[in-house]
Nanobody, 118 residues
Framework: QPHLVESGGGLVQPGGSLRLSCAAP???????????MGWYRQTPGKERELVAS???????NYADSAKGRFTISRDNGKRKVFLEMNSLNAEDTAIYYC?????????WGQGTQVTVSA
């Protein structure tokens, strides 16, 4: 039942920016800071894809589509993960989710909708 809560999505014009947030519920707090975290997105008709990730030690990785435009960060004190998205284009339109990396993921949250449209 514990899941993360994503927020910050919305409608943005091409070239715009958004900052997504992922908050860990109390039930996850005990393990969140020791978890490698990732941002995923899902487009209708497609499976979730990993967009960006950050290990518990701060090592980041990005999908080719996000490299140079997206930045993942985390605030362990607030138990949050952020995704700064710049130069957004229509292909970035998706529901964005956060979760821990690897097979032992928490239940998926509702995600936050990002729509890039003129």
């Amino acid at each position: 039942q514990p899941h993360l809560v994503e927020s910050g999505g919305g409608l943005v014009q091409p070239g715009g920016s958004l900052r997504l947030s992922c908050a860990a519920p109390r039930a996850i707090l005990s393990t969140y800071s020791s978890s490698d975290m990732g941002w995923y997105r899902q487009t209708p008709g497609k499976e979730r894809e990993l967009v960006a990730s950050m290990t518990k030690r701060g090592v980041t990785n990005y999908a080719d589509s996000a490299k140079g435009r997206f930045t993942i960060s985390r605030d362990n004190g607030k138990r949050k993960v952020f995704l700064e998205m710049n130069s957004l284009n229509a292909e970035d339109t998706a529901i964005y989710y956060c979760n821990r990396m690897g097979p032992l993921q928490w239940p998926w949250g509702q995600g936050t909708q990002v729509t890039v449209s003129a």
